[in-house]
T-cell receptor
Framework: GQNIDQPTEMTATEGAIVQINCTYQ??????LFWYQQHAGEAPTFLSY????GLEEKGRFSSFLSRSKGYSYLLLKELQMKDSASYLC?????????????FGTGTQLKVEL | KAGVTQTPRYLIKTRGQQVTLSCSPI?????VSWYQQTPGQGLQFLFE???????NKGNFPGRFSGRQFSNSRSEMNVSTLELGDSALYLC??????????????FGSGTQLSVL
């Protein structure tokens, strides 16, 4: 099976930088995704990593280390609208199809 | 391009009843997946349909079933509802590939409350 761990809650200040960590265990790793979900809304895609290293996309960056089973999402220049739940998800090649296994999410609160 | 559409948005049922939820994927998307989201468990995979066939299945009891139609629209059914079935049910569509950076696009979900 798969096990994905991420912190339950984090608080940060507007304008600051926050790093949300995700660790996973899977024997058939085939990609890691980050999604953002505002309360009462659909999860929306943020980033995808399959190779080691950093992927940067505007204020958001995502890092992956496959050997360590570790990823992080980095949010820079935090804005109030970044207050949301951030979901880490892993695709396992053994499952076939398009199944993603999600962590329970990190609730980020951005304060003034 | 319209997004993923789920109906109804809210649903209240009583124990023992059954319920059918509907999902219309993004035009051109052939894969539809269903997830159950609860505060304690996060998103749990129910099943995935591709070209009217179930391609993958999660660890849910047989009371949970689904199907996909030729136009890629999908329905999921839950029979003999239990209180623990209260959750947000999310549908996600994708082009249909089975790997790589195939992204899921989610609908806003159906909030099911079982009384």
């Amino acid at each position: 099976g798969q096990n994905i761990d991420q912190p339950t809650e984090m608080t940060a200040t507007e304008g600051a930088i926050v790093q949300i960590n995700c660790t996973y265990q899977t024997s058939g790793f085939n990609g890691l995704f980050w999604y953002q979900q505002h309360a009462g809304e659909a999860p929306t895609f943020l980033s995808y990593n399959v190779l080691d290293g950093l992927e940067e996309k505007g204020r958001f960056s995502s890092f992956l280390s496959r050997s360590k089973g570790y990823s992080y999402l980095l949010l820079k220049e935090l804005q109030m609208k970044d207050s949301a739940s951030y979901l880490c998800a892993v695709r396992d090649i053994r499952g076939g199809g398009n199944k993603l296994t999600f962590g329970t999410g990190t609730q980020l609160k951005v304060e003034l | 391009k319209a997004g993923v559409t789920q109906t109804p948005r809210y649903l209240i049922k009583t124990r023992g009843q059954q319920v059918t939820l509907s999902c219309s994927p993004i035009s051109g998307h052939r894969s539809v997946s269903w997830y159950q989201q609860t505060p304690g468990q996060g998103l749990q995979f129910l099943f995935e349909y591709f070209s009217e066939t179930q391609r993958n299945k999660g660890n849910f009891p047989g009371r949970f079933s689904g199907r996909q139609f030729s136009n890629s629209r999908s329905e999921m059914n839950v029979s003999t509802l239990e209180l623990g079935d209260s959750a947000l049910y999310l549908c996600a569509s994708s082009l249909g590939g089975s790997g790589g950076n195939e992204k899921l696009f989610f609908g806003s979900g159906t909030q099911l409350s079982v009384l």
